[in-house]
């Protein structure tokens, strides 16, 4: 899915893959740090902020682009302004006409703690519920006390 957004703004651009040493590797640019607990709450409000956009942004192309795993880790920022990208494209899908169903609770992909009420009740992926997703995490981070 990654190469396949090589041309999308503020999505990370996948450089090389391969395995050494019997290991799997990425190489991704740019290079980016994630949200710690200690950043400052201005930072993160943009950070977020950025990630709708990025949101948005997939969800408005031709065929539309469900990420399905919004989470503290999977967004990095690099640069002053902050320029979000999102990361970690592994649950990735194509949804035409912006709606993936799964086939099943087992077909469910995401991190729990973020996941948008209608994707733990099976009733598929929106782009809505990416950005409920990023609501949680907006939510983790103020009560974790850095919003």
């Known amino acids: ?11 990370i651009k996948l450089v090389e893959c ?18 710690e607990f200690n950043d400052n709450a201005q930072l993160i ?3 977020i902020d950025g990630a709708a956009a990025v949101i948005q942004q997939l969800a408005s192309r031709t ?9 503290v880790g999977n967004h990095i920022y690099y640069d002053e302004p902050p320029i979000t990208y999102l990361v970690e494209f592994g649950t990735a899908v194509r ?4 709606h993936y169903l799964p086939l ?9 703690a973020f996941m948008a009420r209608n994707v ?18 907006t939510v983790f981070l103020a009560l974790s006390g850095v919003v």
Do not use: W
């Not at 899915?1 to 999505?11: A, I, K, N």
């Not at 990425?26 to 949200?35: A, D, N, Y």
């Not at 949804?95 to 912006?98: R, S």
């Open 1 to 11: 899915m990654l190469e396949s957004l090589e041309e999308t703004p503020r999505v």
């Open 18 to 35: 391969g395995s050494m040493h019997g290991l799997p590797f990425l190489i991704t640019k740019p290079f980016g740090r994630h949200l």
């Open 45 to 47: 409000v943009s950070v």
């Open 63 to 71: 065929t539309p682009i469900l990420h399905r795993d919004i989470s």
């Open 95 to 98: 949804a035409p006409g912006g």
């Open 104 to 112: 099943s609770p087992n077909n469910i992909t995401g991190t729990r």
């Open 120 to 137: 733990l009740q099976c009733k598929g992926y929106t782009v809505s519920s990416e950005l409920e997703s990023l609501m949680y995490v």
